[in-house]
């Protein structure tokens, strides 16, 4: 059918071009502070790549919302624009005939949304989470790159060394700046190396001297040592102990705990968000020549922005005893559905709010 066949392909390409901007954009901004994350010892240089991937296909659900969203708007806009909507509803299609043709388009994008958010939106983060583990768990020796000044996870620690490879556990020509609450150290040592003493790790160094510096009353000591040695380890996060957006749907199921719940809430209402953006779609495209061509637009992106943030806001919520998840789901999803389809069906019989007031009186009988 005509009516059908050139709508489906102004809404796919209106549809790939907004989704190729939006994963430029999101790319740049991650790949700037995953770079961010590298310099500060947080991320292993050689897996911002990694990193980034990750990252970014845990943000293809909301790219994906928004470029399905901005799609319907913007082309429904055009379609009133050219005047070719007039057309339309004139030859018998009426408003609701126009939620057919756009869930035949939708469906597909939803089933990959849903496939998103539920199942890699929780594998990508996990995938993340042990990229940085595997980091930190190294020592910080091991992560120094040779011949540069680079500072620990923490931030109390700068390092300087010359190694053969950047893997080696050993090195030459170390230097070491310790800093905490009460004093500061600096030592220089010909050689070091890390030792592992019951799960721990240390970094010995051999033949240099340590240098103190008491904050409190900056006093300083000088010594020599033939061996020094300091503990590198850290308490990092138990793998078994993973946060509600790294668990599977099984796991969100057979563990109903409070955080879990909001968790599974919240991805099955950003799927139920794609169902409703189709109805916010119809409602707001009415052009109006008198507002100009970006107003649908950004009022698409302010509805957009809304909606998203009540549901992160929701699941905050949740968690912190203010609502219950099922409630708040139904009350914004529910609310929202209700409120588009009450507001497409008047478009649909071309009501207006004039319709909702009382007849004006009539004087002397006469209409």
Known sequence: MLFDSSLKQELNRSFGATLVVLVTVVMTMVLIRTLGLASNGNVNPAEVSLVLGFTVLGYLPTIFTLSLFVAMV???????????????????????????????????????????????????????????????????????????????????????????????????????????????VIATARTGRIDVRDDERFLVLENGQRLERRHANQELTLAEFETYATRISRTLIDPSQLSAKMLGMNELLTQPSLENQAELVWRLGSVVACLNFVLLALLMAQFNPRSGRSLQLMLALFSFLVYTNMINIGKTWMVNHKVTPWGFALALHGGVMVLALLGVWMRHQQWTWRHWLPAPAVEGGQP
């Open 74 to 184: 913007s082309t429904l806009s055009r379609l009133y624009r050219d005047s070719e909507m007039v057309i339309w509803l004139t030859s018998g299609q009426g408003l609701l005939q126009w939620l057919r043709p756009l869930w035949q388009f939708v469906w597909p994008l939803i089933l990959i949304v849903a496939t998103l958010i539920l199942w890699v939106w929780p594998w990508s983060n996990q995938q993340v989470q042990e990229l940085r583990e595997r980091y930190e768990k190294r020592g910080d020796l091991e992560r120094v790159t040779p011949g540069q000044f680079q500072s620990s996870a923490s931030g109390q620690r700068v390092f300087f060394i010359e190694k053969d490879q950047a893997g080696d556990l050993q090195g030459k020509n170390v230097f070491i700046s310790i800093t905490d609450a009460d004093k500061t």
